[in-house]
């Protein structure tokens, strides 16, 4: 275990051995030592010698060490290198605590990062390393509107295209972490972890709650009195040729510390730089891909103004702008990006925390008005603002792509729960009013109807996104049933849909009604730059809020569907009906599967059942849905027509129809029942209805074979080197003897009867529905051939020595005698069921 302790400015060694002072090496020796450190010595060792280098080597010989140090780390960001593995480093590995002691937010790392911080080093990151539509909308000439790249981006000679982002000590140590979550790496195949106990998750969890703490003040550098604060970035060179989005508002805390007369006279306000920077580094890159389009539209104050005060009808006094000269020019750009099921967990971590730290912002600053918002701390100010400032564009965005993209399986469940932690904020408040927290009894407080109805696309357009996946899932799956709970369940809250319909109405307040309000500016909240921008007048009326939240999301081309419409309630409807079904077909699962658990013996193990060489055949994944997961799925189906009934305010008479409907529909069998279809001169054609249900599991077309029974698949209850050989035994007696056989069919008389008993195959009614390219017979059904494939069968191996033995020692029968009773028994059984078809047919 690594001795490390907390790191002071005044503490210089943590080996118990007095050491001299080193002698200052050239950075390339000291670098080279190190890396061969790297190869030779354990991780345990190489993290203690990390140690003593960065606690008695000065800033100017870390400075070169530091950026192979973060590679060594996080990996390449190319994604060759895979570094120390964070994202599949678990806690049972050896290395778990000693990366974790090394990377925490007061460990060896983060001072090697402040002490270099303090000197003003700059570390180049290069943009074709950041995300899809960002890295385009640059190398296009669109600088984004985004303090995180102002002031900062070196244009080389060989253009756009090999641009680069100069960064600090801090940033670019935050981005190079965040990049490593998003970059591909090579890891090895078929690896298996829990992403939520990776080193990696954890060190997300403890960088949020160290820099965005819910209690008390980010803890301040240990090398902040060395040189002071970060010092406001000069203004953009005019030789970079970018056309920027508007005017940049330099940052409030900058303009708040500049003012102050000493550096150490608020060490909240001196410090509160990195909770934003380690906020905008994670944003932009966790939730930036999405298609260039979008990115445009989001990133333009100018044009969201316009497109306000044109469907508000406030007046263009203030907002005389043209539109920027970059909007709109670059090519569409879609990037091939599919978010991991990690990358959703992390960021659902991130949305989690985020609520706490909002919510932990005192009751005083949340009523208190906005003329004193100037005397509360810059940490303060960032809880306000931290939400619908940093967050809601881009996670709504996020979640629009992948409830668009996602596969539709239970894999979604991680972004589902990132969707749900995002609209019920409640659940992250620190107040301890019951034990039962999550009673579905207990309403949501009126206090969050603003957050309701300034989230209101989170609530309505997400909820429709959803019910488009869910009429396309297999509800009988009892995965995809939970998902369809746990939706229905959090909008059943008491008085969450109440809020919903509040925050509908007020959009769809008329337009007209609003003119009187032309003198007043708009600010959209989506609005990019630092929480502590310039002052804007603060808006106070629900309707433009709600207005601003979806017109900036949407655009002035919004065609805004509700979510309690006639359209949305009529697919809700449908949904209901997909329901049913899914509940009648997990009632005959169930009963099947009950009913051939029940069947289960030792002689059926032994193969002692059905003779039909389709019985083995399901259609579905029944074998793989127990008892309790059919169980489940009924359960879950049955709460969420309750919750959908409770949300809409469905009649029930209403849905007992719908019931009623769909179960009289299904017969004893209703899982064998045909999908629906029409027939055309071909055979049958698939409805949308019968596609819909074979997707849903809930119908399914009977398969049966009808090919050549000596060339069917072999068995589970059949011994392969038997059935082979034996295919081989009797093709070779069937080629040898045809014409004997032949003959023998041919015949008239009771012989011939006989031998068309034992090498023909009866006629068998169809079963099923058989498409009209299958009329026709195919040769095997009508030559008469001798079959041994029933003697490689485990029955057949285990019922021939059982009979043997029995024989053995009841009648004292020898092997020749035996044989030579088995086949007589053969010829008479074929004899008896001869004479017993004649007879059939004369009656």
């Known amino acids: 275990n690594l001795n490390f302790s907390v790191y002071s400015s005044k503490q210089n060694s943590i080996n118990p051995v007095p ?29 203690q010698e990390l140690v003593k280098i960065i606690d008695e080597y000065p800033a100017k010989e870390l400075h070169f060490i530091f950026p192979w140090l973060v590679e060594t780390v996080f990996g390449s960001l190319d994604g060759v290198l895979v570094g120390w593995n964070l994202r599949y480093l678990q806690a049972k590995a050896n290395e778990y605590n000693i990366v974790l002691e090394f990377l925490n937010p007061s460990g060896p790392m983060m001072k090697l990062v402040y002490k270099l911080q303090a000197e003003e080093y700059k570390y180049e990151f290069s943009v074709s390393y950041l995300p899809g539509p960002v890295r385009a909308s640059i190398q296009g000439g669109v600088l984004p509107d985004c303090p995180l790249f102002h002031n900062k981006l070196q244009s080389p000679l060989s253009g756009l295209l090999s641009l680069s982002l100069s960064l600090n000590p801090f940033e670019y140590y935050m981005f190079c972490f965040a990049s490593s979550l998003i970059t591909p790496k090579n890891y090895p195949v078929g690896q298996h972890v829990n992403a939520s106990d990776s080193a990696y998750f954890v060190l997300v969890d403890n960088y949020l709650k160290y820099f965005l703490p819910t209690e008390g003040n980010v803890p301040p550098s240990p090398f902040s009195d060395v040189r002071g604060t970060v010092s406001p970035p000069a203004p953009r060179s005019p030789t970079v040729p970018f056309a920027g989005y508007g005017v940049h508002y330099s940052s409030l805390l900058k303009r708040h510390i500049s003012h102050q007369p000493s550096v150490n006279a608020d060490p909240a306000a001196q410090e509160i730089w990195r909770s934003e920077t380690l906020l905008q580094v994670f944003v932009e890159m966790w939730l930036h891909h999405y298609s260039l389009e979008m990115y445009q539209k989001m990133q333009s104050p100018q044009v969201k103004l316009e497109v306000l005060q044109y469907r508000l009808g406030i007046s263009s006094l203030h907002c005389s702008t043209p539109t920027p000269p970059g909007y709109g020019t670059l090519h569409t750009y879609q990037e091939p990006f599919s978010p991991t099921e990690e990358h959703v967990l992390v960021v659902r971590l991130l949305v989690k925390h985020l609520h706490a730290f909002s919510n932990s912002l005192k009751p005083e600053q949340i009523s208190s008005s906005p003329s004193t918002h100037s005397h509360t701390s810059p940490l303060e100010e960032f809880k306000r603002v931290v939400i619908p400032r940093f967050v809601q564009q881009k996670l709504y965005v996020f979640l629009q792509h992948c409830f668009g993209h996602w596969p539709l399986d239970a894999s979604f469940r991680a972004v589902l729960e990132t969707w749900l932690s995002y609209i019920q904020p409640w659940r992250y408040t620190t107040d301890k009013q019951s034990p039962q927290a999550d009673n579905q009894n207990r309403s949501v407080p009126d206090k969050w ?7 209101l696309l989170m609530y309505t357009k997400l909820f429709q996104g959803f019910l488009n996946r869910a009429v396309r899932t ?3 799956n009892a995965k ?22 509040k925050g509908e109405q007020l959009f769809l307040e008329p337009e007209h009604v609003l003119h009187h309000r032309q003198h007043r500016l708009f600010m959209t909240p989506g609005h990019g730059g630092s929480f502590l921008s310039s002052r ?10 709600v207005k601003s939240h979806v017109y900036s999301l949407e655009g002035q081309d919004c065609q805004y569907k509700q979510m309690f419409g006639a359209e949305v ?35 059926s193990w032994l193969g002692f059942g059905s003779s039909d060489p389709n019985a083995s055949y399901t259609g579905s994944d029944v074998d793989d849905m127990g008892l309790e997961s059919i169980k489940k799925t009924d359960e879950y189906l049955d709460r969420v027509l309750d919750y959908l009934r409770q949300i809409f305010r469905l009649n029930t008479g209403q849905l007992s129809q719908i019931m009623v409907n769909y179960v009289s529909t299904q017969d004893d069998f209703g899982s064998k029942q045909l999908p629906d279809c029409i027939r055309g001169e071909n055979g049958l054609i698939l409805t949308d ?26 068995r589970s209850y059949e011994s392969a080197v038997l059935v082979r050989l034996l295919f081989r035994l009797s093709s070779l007696i069937n080629e040898r003897f045809a014409g004997e056989m032949a003959s023998l069919c041919s015949r008239r008389d009771f012989l011939g009867r006989l031998s068309r008993y034992y090498l023909t195959r009866p006629p068998v009614p169809g079963k099923s529905t058989r498409s009209p390219a299958t009329r026709h017979s195919p040769e ?10 029933g003697l490689g069968s485990y029955r057949t191996l285990c019922a021939l020595p059982l009979l043997y033995l029995l024989a053995s020692v009841v009648c004292s029968m020898g092997p020749l005698s035996f044989a030579f009773c088995v086949l007589l028994a053969c010829c008479l059984y074929g004899v008896f069921m001869t004479l017993l078809a004649d007879k059939m047919k004369t009656q």
């Open 569 to 603: 309630r009529n697919s809700v409807l449908k949904l209901v009906q997909l329901i049913a079904q899914a509940r009648q077909t997990a009632k005959s699962i169930s009963a099947h599967t009950a009913e051939a658990a029940a069947n289960q013996s030792f002689l």
């Open 689 to 714: 209805l019968g596609r819909m249900q074979i997707i849903n599991g809930l119908r399914r077309f009977e398969i049966d074979y009808q090919g050549d029974p000596e060339l069917q698949p072999i």
């Open 449 to 455: 109807a603003s957050f309701v109805q300034e989230n």
């Open 536 to 545: 804007q007048p603060v808006i106070t009326d629900s309707v433009f809020k």
């Open 474 to 476: 297999d509800l009988v």
């Open 19 to 47: 050491m001299a002072v080193p002698q200052l090496q050239q950075p390339s020796f000291l670098l080279a030592n190190l890396k061969a450190d790297c190869m030779n010595k354990s991780l345990l060792q190489q993290c």
């Open 780 to 789: 095997w059904q009508t030559r008469p051939r001798l079959s041994l494939r």
């Open 480 to 501: 995809n049933a939970l998902m369809l709970f746990r939706v229905s369940k959090v909008f059943a809250q008491p008085n969450l849909s109440e809020m919903i319909q």
